[in-house]
């Protein structure tokens, strides 16, 4: 179905469409053991559209859009074999030999992005969405973002466009699994009786989101609960925030500053509360990746003391959300976790002299719920 499909280019389309999905399948259920003497023939597959040239790969597409679903797809049959073969043996030598072919194809992937993304073709947007919401997937399920170093340039240079051009991007839905479930009778999302009733508090709908595939790990109970315009922001975001904890200082400085003019810049407009969720996605994401990485001891202060100067920026605004003020609190606590005792001392200590005489009774209970996660960490 891969390799010898139909002449007819629509039945072709089907037939390629439904041999990766069927791939996929195979993949993500049957055990390992099993595909293990073909697990070479089966990551050649990939070859032929994710390596050479783009340029050349797409001179012979005719309908680029029904290109684009099929080799959506395929990444998401990679990101089934990536989770069977490849994360889980990842530091071995092992891992090694699978990831290479792996990293080439999603380099591939990229490349495809990349290109398409200069030819501002009519009718593409959804479907090129599409593909690069799969591709951001196929990396974050690599489990070190360390193993993709290369790309990490190409990477920001497409994930960072939710903080170059905030008003053409939608708000975040992160913060429902970043924030720590602990303090979730703070709300915005109370837990109800059953997953049901909270899935479907949390529901938007979109024409084009993901349908749920019974070798997911958890199946949604609505079919497209998010459009696919939300999945892509969410992805950029997260990864994002892994990129930013594999960056040298200066680096970091960079992108921080990246977020923090944005949020100054952006205070006048209608989307300022979107982009609000979205730093805050970005900044969890990454302090999240730098303790899993254990890279933070090395940093210098003013790093943390950007991170904490953007959080308590955020604190300080009177119409931020629920989901907002503990993802900045949070994100305080989780600062307090990363950076060493002296860092944290002072920091705690700036935050109850801010006590004393508090100005606005909304901002007290933030801080005051700052101290506490500092406190819990």
């Known amino acids: 179905m891969l390799n010898g499909f139909s002449r007819n280019p629509v039945a072709a389309i089907a037939e390629r469409e439904a041999g990766w999905l069927l791939l996929a399948s195979l993949l993500a259920s049957m055990p390992k053991e099993e595909l293990e003497d073909q697990v070479f023939d089966v990551l050649l597959l990939w070859a032929s559209p994710f390596t050479g040239n783009p340029e050349s790969y797409l001179s012979h597409i005719q309908d680029w859009a029904s290109e684009l679903r099929v080799l959506s797809v395929a990444i998401e049959a990679l990101t089934a074999f990536i989770r069977s073969f490849v994360s889980p043996i990842i530091a071995t030598a092992n891992g090694g030999i699978l990831l290479n072919p792996v990293l080439a194809y999603l380099g591939g992937a990229l490349s495809l992005i990349s290109s398409l993304s200069t030819k501002q073709l009519p009718n593409l947007k959804s479907a090129l969405n599409l593909f690069t919401t799969r591709t951001l997937m196929a990396y974050q399920s690599l489990s070190n973002p360390m193993v ?43 837990p109800g009786r059953d997953s049901f009733e909270d899935e479907l508090r949390a529901f938007d709908g979109g024409v084009d989101g993901f349908l749920p595939c019974v070798w997911d790990d958890e199946i949604s109970n609505f079919p497209q609960p998010e459009p696919v315009s939300k999945m892509l922001v969410n992805q950029m975001l997260l990864c994002y925030g892994s990129i930013f904890a594999c960056q040298d200082n200066t680096a970091k400085i960079r992108l921080l500053n990246n977020i923090d003019q944005c949020l100054k810049a ?102 005051a719920l700052s101290l506490g996660c500092i406190h819990r960490t």
């Open 148 to 190: 993709y170093q290369s790309e990490h340039e190409q990477m920001l240079q497409l994930c960072s466009s939710p903080f170059s051009d905030p008003s053409g991007w939608e708000e975040s839905s992160c913060l429902k699994f970043l924030l720590d479930k602990r303090d979730a009778s703070l709300g915005p999302w109370i």
């Open 266 to 367: 952006g205070k006048k407009y209608s989307w300022y509360m979107f982009l609000v969720s979205n730093a805050c996605v970005a900044l969890l994401s990454g302090l999240k990746e730098l303790l899993t990485l254990r890279g933070a001891q090395s940093l210098p202060t003013d790093i943390f003391s950007m991170i904490q100067s953007i959080f308590k920026g955020i604190l300080g605004e009177s119409e931020i959300s629920t989901a907002q003020r503990r993802a900045a609190c949070e994100g305080l606590g989780l600062l307090a976790r990363t950076g060493n005792d002296i860092f944290t001392a002072r920091m705690a200590r700036s935050l109850l002299g801010e006590l004393v005489t508090p100005v606005d009774l909304s901002y007290a209970a933030s801080v």
